[in-house]
C-alpha cells in the first residue's frame, strides 16, 4: 500500500484513497501518461502546455501480514511561455517531481491493521541541485473493526508541499464503507472518494479534497471497452531553484474537461485514449496557495490529446 496525503494532483489522490478499499495481496504497479497541446501557427500569445508521468510500486515483501513496497514517482511539466511570473522571474520552460517511497503495513488480524510511508524527492526546474527544491512526505495510518462493510481509519501526516496547512502535521480521519462489491466510499477529512456501479454497464467515480476534484462518468461499450466523460482540477507546486524566497513555491493550476476510451490489452495491461480541453489555467509563486490570487499569469484555453497506459501484476 503506498499512501501520499500531498493533495496537489488528482492521480495521487486517487491512488490514496482507492488504497484504502484494496485488501488483496500486493501488486506491482506501472503507469506512463502524456497529454500534448498542438502549437497554433502565428498566435504570439501561443503557450503550449505537455506533460509526461510515469508511477512504478512494487513489493519487496509479499508476506501477507507484512507487506513491504518501494514505490517511484516522476512528471516533467513543459510550459512554453516567455511571460514573467509575479516576482519578475521568467517561467521556466522546464519542470520536473521525482520522488521515492517505502510503505510499510502490518496486518495484525482481520479487524485490525497499521502502517507507515515514507517519501523523499524533489519537485523543480532543477531536480535535486540543492536542499531547496526537496520533498518530504511521512504518514501513519490505524485501523480497528468488527463491522464487515465499513471502518474508520485515522491518520497523521506531515508534508511540505502541500497546497493546505503545508508544514504542518495534520490529524485526518477516513470512514471506508464497501457495501457491496459495485459500491466503494471513502468519507473523511480532508477528503472523500466515491466509486460505483449505479446501471446496466454504467459506473461513476467522485473525489473531492481541498482545491482538487474529479467526476468520471463511464459506460461500457463491448466487452471490457469503456467509453468516459471527466470533469477535473488540478494543482502542481515546483520550488525553483533560483527563487529569491526559500519559503516561495511556483504553483500551476489547471482544469479538464475530457472524452476517452479505456480498455485491458491484456490481462496484466490497460489502455487508455482521451482528448479534451485544458482551462482555467494559471501560474503565479508565493509562499502559500491562494486560488483567489491577482499576481496569476493566466494561460489560454487548450486543446490536448492524451494516452495512459497501465499495467499491475
Known amino acids: 500500500m503506498i499512501i501520499s496525503f500531498n493533495f496537489i494532483e488528482v492521480s495521487q489522490a486517487q ?8 485488501f488483496g495481496p500486493p501488486m506491482t504497479n506501472l503507469k506512463f501518461s502524456a ?6 501557427e502565428g498566435d504570439r500569445n501561443d503557450a503550449p502546455v505537455n506533460q509526461q508521468k510515469f508511477f512504478l510500486s512494487t513489493p519487496i515483501n509479499k508476506v501477507p501480514t507484512d507487506p513491504v513496497s518501494l514505490s517511484w514517482k516522476w512528471s516533467q511539466l513543459n510550459i512554453t511561455t516567455d511571460q514573467l511570473l509575479n516576482t519578475g522571474a521568467p517561467v521556466p ?10 510503505s510499510y ?3 495484525e488480524n482481520p479487524k485490525k491493521f497499521w502502517g507507515v510511508t515514507l517519501s523523499y524527492g524533489s519537485a523543480s526546474d532543477q531536480l535535486f541541485r540543492s536542499y531547496k527544491t526537496t520533498t518530504l512526505n511521512a504518514t501513519y495510518y490505524f485501523s480497528e473493526s468488527t463491522d464487515p462493510e465499513g471502518r474508520w481509519i485515522w491518520l497523521i501526516n506531515y508534508s511540505n508541499n502541500r497546497t493546505f496547512a503545508n508544514g504542518i502535521p495534520i490529524l485526518g480521519v477516513a470512514y471506508l464503507f464497501t457495501p457491496s462489491p459495485e459500491f466503494t466510499a471513502v468519507f473523511g477529512f480532508p477528503f472523500a472518494f466515491i466509486k460505483s456501479k449505479f446501471a446496466d454497464g454504467w459506473s461513476s467515480s467522485l473525489l473531492l479534497g481541498p482545491y482538487i476534484y474529479k467526476l468520471e462518468v463511464a459506460k461500457s461499450l463491448k466487452g471490457p471497452l469503456q467509453a468516459y466523460f471527466a470533469l477535473e482540477n488540478s494543482n502542481l507546486s515546483f520550488f525553483r531553484e533560483e527563487r529569491s524566497d526559500e519559503d516561495d513555491r511556483l504553483f500551476y493550476s489547471e482544469s479538464k474537461a ?6 485491458p490489452v491484456t490481462k496484466e495491461m490497460s489502455l487508455d485514449g482521451f482528448v479534451g480541453l485544458s482551462f482555467a489555467r494559471a501560474l503565479y509563486e508565493n509562499d502559500g496557495f491562494n486560488p483567489t490570487s491577482s499576481d496569476k499569469i493566466l494561460l489560454e484555453n487548450r486543446w490536448f490529446t492524451g494516452i495512459q497506459l497501465s499495467a499491475r501484476f
Open 15 to 22: 491512488e490514496f484513497l482507492s488504497e484504502f478499499a484494496n
Open 35 to 40: 497529454t500534448d497541446e498542438p502549437r497554433i
Open 93 to 102: 520552460h522546464h519542470l520536473y517531481e521525482s520522488e521515492y517511497s517505502i
Open 105 to 107: 503495513k502490518r496486518n
Open 258 to 263: 475530457l472524452l476517452g476510451m479505456k480498455s
